[in-house]
């Protein structure tokens, strides 16, 4: 009995122990190699703050998984050392009554290692927070809306929607962003986990975050803070570009809206209706603050903070329906006729 008692417990010790080596294999295997090309990976970081955060999760698992060892070393110890045996006859264990020396250790190594993560991870949120801007800095105002971002670039007079174009930091030239995030409404959180940790928006109150990616490519967010019923799709991406890339993207941006005589009929069925309280389009009347602004819609991959691809079909969808796309979402249905529709849709088509 005894025996089936101690091989039964040496084997949940033993699941105990290697349940957390198998979690902590499991979250390395995600790798680079296994990442989609826009990752999410917060073990590829690809920027001097995602870096720094991830260098500090390292560091925290080593200290605790040495915490773990040696615990379930000397749990592990107890247990077979001091299990019960048949010669015991039931009786009691010799009895410790106390040990300053075990006590003191106790005591002070715990707290020497709440100290030292207490210090390292100051460090870490001093260097992210406190970092000043450089002059050739890139700066961004990202505003949270129920659920879309908006994109404003100050300095450049650009403003746009879900998707944020930077240029790339070479370390011998930093070329860092600084973004300002502000909320119209409600709680949000922006994150993009290969380029910076969570940030909060909140409502009356400004926060600020930096990037400074130093590979191109497009990085994928998302909120992490629920802001109501579509919080799981209001996403984010951010397109890394090289120098000559981005200032061709900015030149683009600062061109007004195209004027295509064959979408005429679409435009005074998006200016006669409800679309222009919301929306603004440059170069027209149309000069809406609800809404994303649309005046380079098409030059966007996706539509409806990332929920679809930018398609005629979605297009045409999320103005006739939006909530086929996204429940809960605020834009209303248009209620056009299909012929209004297409004009509409054709109309967007031409906004680069």
Same mark, same amino acid.
């Given at each position: 009995m005894s025996a089936r008692r101690t091989k039964s417990i040496l084997s949940r010790g033993w699941q105990i122990v290697v349940l957390p080596f198998w979690s902590t294999s499991a979250l390395w295997a995600v790798g680079p190699d296994d990442t989609p090309s826009h990752g999410t990976n917060i073990f590829a970081p690809a920027s001097t703050p995602a870096k720094s955060i991830a260098d500090l999760s390292v560091f925290v698992l080593v200290i605790t998984g040495i915490i773990f060892v040696v615990v379930f070393a000397l749990l592990f110890y107890s247990v077979v050392k001091f299990r019960e045996r048949v010669i015991d006859a039931g009786r009691e264990p010799a009895?410790?009554?106390?040990?300053?020396?075990?006590?003191?250790?106790?005591?002070?190594?715990?707290?020497?290692?709440?100290?030292?993560?207490?210090?390292?991870?100051?460090?870490?949120?001093?260097?992210?927070?406190? !970092?000043? $801007?450089?002059? %050739?800095?890139?700066?961004?105002? =990202? &505003?949270?809306?129920?659920?879309?971002? +908006?994109?404003?670039?100050?300095?450049?007079?650009?403003?746009?929607?879900?998707?944020?174009?930077?240029?790339?930091s070479n370390p011998s030239h930093p070329t860092p962003t600084f973004l300002q995030l502000l909320s119209a409404d409600t709680d949000h959180s922006f994150w993009v986990p290969e380029l910076a940790g969570k940030t909060d928006l909140i409502p009356n109150h400004p926060n600020r975050m930096w990037v400074d990616p130093q590979r191109t490519g497009v990085f994928l967010g998302q909120c992490?803070?629920?802001?109501?019923?579509?919080?799981?799709?209001?996403?984010?991406?951010?397109?890394?570009?090289?120098?000559?890339?981005?200032?061709?993207?900015?030149? !683009?941006? $600062?061109?007004? %809206?195209?004027?295509?005589?064959? =979408? &005429?009929?679409?435009?005074?069925?998006? +200016?006669?209706?409800?679309?222009?309280?919301?929306?603004?389009?440059g170069g027209t009347p149309a000069d809406g603050r609800f809404g994303p602004d649309l005046t380079h819609l098409m030059s966007r991959t996706t539509i409806a903070a990332g929920a679809a691809e930018n398609t005629r079909d979605n297009l045409r969808l999320w103005i006739q329906n939006p909530s086929a796309i996204k429940p809960g979402s605020l834009m209303p249905a248009m209620k056009l006729s299909d012929a209004d529709l297409d004009a509409v849709v054709s109309y967007m088509e031409t906004l680069h």
């Open positions: 009895q410790v009554y106390g040990s300053t020396q075990i006590e003191f250790a106790w005591t002070i190594i715990p707290t020497l290692i709440v100290v030292v993560l207490f210090l390292a991870t100051a460090r870490v949120i001093h260097a992210l927070q406190d !970092a000043p $801007e450089p002059a %050739g800095a890139v700066e961004v105002t =990202a &505003i949270g809306h129920q659920y879309w971002w +908006e994109f404003r670039y100050p300095k450049l007079g650009i403003v746009t929607a879900n998707e944020l174009h930077i240029p790339v992490a803070q629920y802001c109501g019923t579509q919080h799981a799709k209001m996403l984010l991406r951010i397109s890394v570009d090289r120098p000559e890339d981005f200032a061709s993207w900015v030149r !683009a941006q $600062e061109r007004p %809206g195209v004027e295509n005589a064959g =979408a &005429i009929p679409g435009r005074r069925v998006f +200016e006669r209706n409800a679309c222009m309280n919301c929306h603004a389009v």
